[in-house]
């Protein structure tokens, strides 16, 4: 601790050190959010030929999904809009 | 001033504990940053500094590491010599990869007393320059003893006084000089393997410090040391010498010019300047701008002004930094 005082006065106490206000402290950058997953529009005929295509290949194209789905979204007619998941 | 290990040795050990920061060190250990010079460090423990000893043991021991050096704080338990490092970025990493080894508190920490090296010597006025740039810039405003600047080199050995400011050792040094220089020719940038100095340094005896101390004395040492490099031709000697003419206005603005004159570094071996008559001189000019600092640190708190001579520092800084920033080896030139 530092001290200054004029002789014959009580002794003024400064601190040792201070904060600079002109140091703006760094914000820490937040992590980037990833946009949510976008459903990707499969078009009719896809689902048909998924559906006719047989093991890995099937597997393939349906990106782990399972053929329900795709049975589902052309059963109901949603199969121009019908959704899978990239 | 012996190093206290080899960089390879301190990675090797500092591996064991910290491995993926350690690998980022040993790969970015040499690669120069726009050009900025390399930075060495030197820490001066305060207290028992027991949470270094298993460090100090794993690099060798005490005998070893530590007694080769008579150089340290006199009020210091020890002072641990670090291999210098190409930028302050990879110094900084450093002292992170240090603290999470041995759980000490480095950054900021009253018993860690951190010590700034930049390579070559710089004329006295810049290194008053030097001295009132980093405090201005400082996260904190120090006040400063000048027992805080007593060494065992003081009154002994090299005589260097008590300053903020300290040369190296002369002949006494060792000096790692395996760093990239950026040197200018008729032909624009050309980058030289070897920094154009045999054993001179620079130092800041800075105290507990932080992170944006190392960076700022790095960039202020940089672009001096370029202004007054004369046949080395530093790359950066025209920024430089712009830089001392708009901190010398910046300084003559607010009346403080003539803080410049007082002996902020021993300029001499072996007597010289180092007596106890010029410590005072030198502690009347810090004195008076530690009190200029303090008296706008009230200032700003009472008026929420964002001018001031500290504000003023912050950005002459920021804008030296981005300029130097922008530019990159790729688009510069060849490496020779």
Known sequence: MSYAHQPGSEPISIPEQIPNPAVRPKLPTPEPVPPPRQPVKIPQYRALWVLGCRGDRRKQWCRGFPVRVALWSLLTHATADGMFCE | MAFATSFESLVDVLAERVPAKS??????????????????LKLHCLGDGARFAPLIEALGGAGRVLERNLYKRSEASFCLVLPPTGSARVAVLLLECLADYTRAQIFNNPNVQLQVCSPGRLTPRSAAFLAIGFYMASDTLRTYALDDFATTVSRNAYHRGKRLVIYDGGMYGEFDCDFQWWARTENGL??????????????????????????NINLLATVLMHAQAGEEG??????????VRDFSALLNRHLLLGALEAPWVCRTDFGGDGDPQSDEAFLAALQEIMVYARSEVSRLSRAGADNGILCEVQALLRTYRDIIGSITLAEQGERT
């Open chain 2, 234 to 243: 530093g790359y950066w000697q025209s920024l430089g010498e712009l830089f």
């Open chain 2, 23 to 40: 690998t980022l060190l040993a790969r970015e250990h040499r690669r120069v940053d726009h050009g900025l010079l390399s930075v060495g």
């Open chain 2, 190 to 215: 050309m980058v030289r393997d070897h920094l154009p100095f045999l054993t001179s340094r620079t130092d800041i005896i800075v105290g507990p410090g932080s992170p944006n101390d190392i960076i």
